[in-house]
């Protein structure tokens, strides 16, 4: 029986994400979180901006109408819907990557250390400003501790031979 975040784990990072090499036994071990909850999205659909898609300079992207006669701020019948705290998801599931973790942000070793207690709740992302000889260190050390890195493949080269 899979469950739904371990079908989205497999068909958005492919069949090798998250597999760590056991030290005991040579089978390939894959990480999961010690719980499962099934992530429900209130509305999935994006909340748009008021007449964008009449002019072209306006972007679809979300602006709270502030004009006093606006049909949408007043909220009539058939218009576009405006965001608010009802359609924010469950706190339980809030955060959670489809594969089940909570995601924690990563510059330096020090930091990967404190997810090693916490490693089948949390996973680490590598920050952006991290380079690529730091990122080699973190994503070893996270192999050993299997602490799941959810961007391991960032920002590393392969090396050509000639």
């Not at 909220?75 to 599931?93: A, D, E, H, I, V």
């Not at 070793?109 to 920050?127: F, G, S």
Request: net charge positive; aromatic share 6%; glycine share 4%.
């Amino acid at each position: 029986m899979a469950t739904s975040w371990l079908l989205n784990e497999a068909v958005l990072m492919g069949s090798s994400y998250g597999t760590i090499q056991s030290k005991r036994n040579s089978k390939m071990t894959k990480l999961r979180p010690a719980t499962s909850h099934k992530i429900v999205k209130k509305r999935t659909k994006r909340f748009i901006r008021h007449q964008s898609d009449r002019c072209g300079r306006l972007s679809s992207k979300w602006r709270k109408p502030k004009g006093i006669d606006n049909r949408v701020r007043r909220r009539f019948k058939g218009q576009y819907l405006m965001p608010n705290c009802g359609y924010g998801s469950n706190k339980k599931t809030r955060h959670i990557l489809p594969n089940g973790f909570r995601r924690v942000t990563i510059t330096n070793l020090k930091e990967l250390e404190m997810l090693m207690m916490t490693n089948k709740r949390y996973c680490a992302e590598i920050a952006h400003k991290v380079c690529a000889k730091k990122r080699k260190e973190i994503v070893e050390r996270a192999r050993q501790l299997s602490i799941l890195v959810t961007n391991r493949h960032a920002k590393l080269r392969q090396e050509e031979n000639e």
